[in-house]
C-alpha cells in the first residue's frame, strides 16, 4: 500500500494509472476507522482496478462547539487495516494543504435545498463543510466510483445531488449501514459510549424498526409515529434531536403520495449524538 500526504504526489500516481488505462474507486473517511469504514473499501475494490482511501479529519464541517480537538485520531491502526484491505494508496493531507488560506479565505461549496434540515438544522454550516472538502478530494483523486455509507443519509443524498448538479464524472455508490449485534449502527462515536449507554442506544435501531413497521402495516399518520418514537427514545433515556418520515429521494417530509421513505433519526446519550436511518418501502 502506498502512503502519501502531499497532493502533488497522489496526482503523479493517479495520472500513473490513467495512462495505464485503469480505473479508479475512492472512499473518503475522516479516520478512526471500523468495520463500517472498511465494508465501503471492500465494495471499492470490486468496483475499480484501484483504490484510494483519504483520511482527513475536515475542520469545516465542525461547528464552534463540536469535538474537533477530541475526534479520535488513529492513523497508525487504520492504515494497518487498510493495507490488510489491500488498498492501493491512503491519502493523509493536512489541514494546511487542504485549505492553505485559511477556512475564512476559502471558497465553499453549498448544495441548496436538500442540505436543509435533519442535521443541516441542526449544525449550521455542516454540509458546506462536507460538500467543499469532497468536491476538493474529488478533484485530486478524480475517481470514477466514490462510496458513502447509508448512516449518513442526509450526507449521501447531498453529495449525489452535488455531483449531479456539477456535472461531474462520478458515480456515487451508497453502501448499507454496519450495525453491531444490538442494531446499534457503527459509528467513531460510539467509542465515547459507557458499556451501560451503549445497551441504551440500542433503543435507537429498535425505535427505527418500530416505526418501518408502522408504516408497512399501513400507518400513515407520521406525524403519529414520529411522536410515539420520540417518546419511546425519552422514556429509555435519550433526548431525540430529530425524528422524522421522509421521501427517500428529495428528504421533504413525507406525504400520502409517497411510497419509498427514509425514517432519519437523531438523539442525544450524555454528550454523544447518535444518528441512524432505515429506508422503507410500501
Keep these: 500500500m502506498q502512503s502519501t500526504s502531499e497532493i502533488k504526489s497522489l496526482r503523479s500516481q493517479i495520472k500513473a494509472w490513467r495512462q495505464q488505462g485503469l480505473s479508479i474507486a475512492f472512499v473518503p473517511t475522516m479516520g478512526n476507522l471500523h468495520l463500517g469504514h472498511f465494508s465501503l473499501v471492500e465494495k471499492a475494490k470490486t468496483l475499480a482496478d484501484k483504490v484510494v482511501v483519504s483520511i482527513f479529519v475536515n475542520p469545516m464541517q465542525f461547528g464552534a462547539n463540536e469535538d474537533l480537538d477530541n475526534y479520535p485520531r488513529t492513523l497508525s491502526e487504520d492504515k494497518n487495516g487498510l493495507a490488510e484491505l489491500g488498498t492501493d494508496m491512503v491519502f493523509t493531507p493536512t489541514v494546511e494543504s ?43 483523486v478524480q475517481p470514477d466510483f466514490a462510496c458513502f455509507g447509508e448512516k449518513d443519509y442526509q450526507q449521501l443524498q447531498v453529495i449525489r445531488t452535488m455531483v449531479r448538479d456539477l456535472s461531474m464524472p462520478i458515480e456515487i455508490i451508497g453502501i448499507a449501514t454496519q450495525r453491531e449485534f444490538s442494531g446499534l449502527a457503527m459509528s467513531s462515536r460510539n467509542g465515547y459510549l459507557s458499556d451501560s449507554e451503549r445497551d441504551t442506544a440500542k433503543v435507537l435501531y429498535r425505535t427505527l424498526t ?38 427517500n429521494n428529495t428528504l421533504k417530509p413525507a406525504t400520502l403520495d409517497d411510497d419509498h421513505f427514509v425514517i432519519l433519526a437523531a438523539a442525544f446519550l450524555g454528550s454523544v449524538r447518535l444518528i441512524d436511518n432505515l429506508q422503507v418501502s410500501i
Design 210 to 247: 418500530e416505526a418501518a413497521d408502522k408504516l408497512k402495516a399501513g400507518n400513515t399518520d407520521f406525524t403519529l409515529i414520529e411522536d410515539q418514537a420520540k417518546e419511546t427514545l425519552q422514556k429509555q433515556g435519550l433526548q431525540p434531536d430529530y425524528f422524522a418520515i421522509a421521501n
Design 98 to 140: 487542504i485549505y492553505p488560506n485559511g477556512l475564512a479565505a476559502q471558497s465553499y461549496v453549498d448544495v441548496p435545498d436538500i442540505s436543509l434540515g435533519y442535521c443541516g438544522g441542526k449544525r449550521p454550516g455542516h454540509f458546506k463543510g462536507v460538500a467543499t472538502v469532497v468536491t476538493k478530494l474529488f478533484n485530486m
